[in-house]
């Protein structure tokens, strides 16, 4: 195994959050610090939201993450859904241009722990 994907359907997105921000704002409180209160939902109902992509250190450069992240929206598409969204940080551009030659294009912006985030989509 070289990478991983995070991803979950917007309708179900709060209800997963919920879950989940409460062991990681414990982890993470020193180095978010006020962050967790200004942050915006990364997704919404109607979109099939990819949270977190990771491809190991000795795999990275080849591909694996454009495979990824080509195979989720091609699987998420196939399911129904008709937009796939994701959110890059502003200061990111090479990230962005690799979702960009993906398909995804800017729909507007996030605050993600006090910082502004592009939210991308890929809309069939």
């Not at 990364?42 to 990771?54: C, V």
Request: without cysteine.
């Amino acid at each position: 195994r070289a990478g991983m994907m995070i991803a979950v359907d917007g309708e179900h997105y709060r209800e997963q959050r919920d879950k989940m921000y409460p062991q990681l704002k414990e982890l993470f409180d020193v180095a978010f610090g006020k962050g967790w209160d200004e942050m915006e939902d990364e997704a919404k109902a109607g979109e099939f939201y990819i949270d977190s992509i990771g491809v190991l250190p000795q795999f990275r450069g080849i591909g694996i993450g454009a495979m990824l992240l080509s195979e989720m929206t091609r699987r998420a598409h196939e399911a129904g859904h008709e937009h796939v969204a994701l959110i890059v940080d502003e200061d990111n551009p090479s990230a962005e241009k690799l979702y960009t030659r993906l398909g995804f294009r800017r729909v507007g912006t996030r605050m993600f722990f006090g910082h502004r985030m592009w939210h991308l989509r890929h809309t069939i």
